[in-house]
């Protein structure tokens, strides 16, 4: 009898390790998971902060330079569309991701149109409006920066947990997915050529 105790005491021992193994692992994915989301929302804010200021912008920039209409509507469509591309599952979807980080771009890339037609006006250049927004929306692009290297840095620890055996078997009976990346726009990786 106490050789039989012993044996169905080991056995709980063993299940109880095993399941305490189990519930932590489990819990150390939902925290991981809480993190990447929560570093996620931080990147939605700082791109929707963007995403405010650039209607004042625009507007500022409209009163100087009126007949640049063309730039002014191709900065109010990207931004339309970079609106609509902010959600919170964009991280649990590669082709939502991809679309997102594209629309970002896209108005990136207005932006920086925008800001080009500014050269030609001195006098919008020296409007104090003008340069609190633009001084504005260079600190957004900054933390905007920031906060994609922090949900990258959480995304990678999260990625790498749930890839790792044992707790690879945990994450995926639980359906817990890979989150994906920010990466670094095409033309970043063409060096600037400069001609004098």
């Known amino acids: 009898m ?7 005491l080991s056995i709980l021992g063993f299940v109880l390790l095993i399941g305490f193994y189990f519930m932590g692992s489990y819990n150390g994915l939902v925290r991981l998971d809480e993190q990447v989301k929560q570093s996620w ?11 405010d200021l650039i209607p004042n912008l625009v507007e500022t920039v409209k009163g100087y330079a009126k007949h640049e209409k063309e730039t002014f509507v191709s900065v109010t469509e990207a931004r339309s569309r970079a609106t609509g591309a902010i959600s919170p599952d964009v991280i649990n979807d590669p082709q939502k991701f991809q679309a997102f980080q594209a629309s970002q771009s896209a108005l990136s890339s207005a932006l920086s149109r925008l800001l080009v037609v500014v050269e ?3 006098e919008l250049k020296a409007n104090e409006n003008f340069l609190s927004l633009q001084s504005q ?3 957004t692009e900054n933390r905007i920066s920031v906060e994609r290297g922090r949900y990258n840095e959480i995304a990678q620890v999260f990625n790498i947990q749930i890839r790792q055996f044992p707790t690879n078997v945990i994450a995926q009976m639980f359906g817990f997915a890979k989150k994906e990346y920010f990466k ?8 600037p050529k400069v001609m004098f």
């Open 137 to 139: 929306l260079e600190g």
């Open 184 to 191: 670094s726009e095409p033309a970043a990786t063409e060096a």
């Open 41 to 51: 929302s931080q990147v939605e804010i700082v791109y929707q902060r963007r995403l």
């Open 120 to 122: 030609k006006y001195p």
């Open 2 to 8: 106490k050789k039989t105790t012993i044996i169905l």
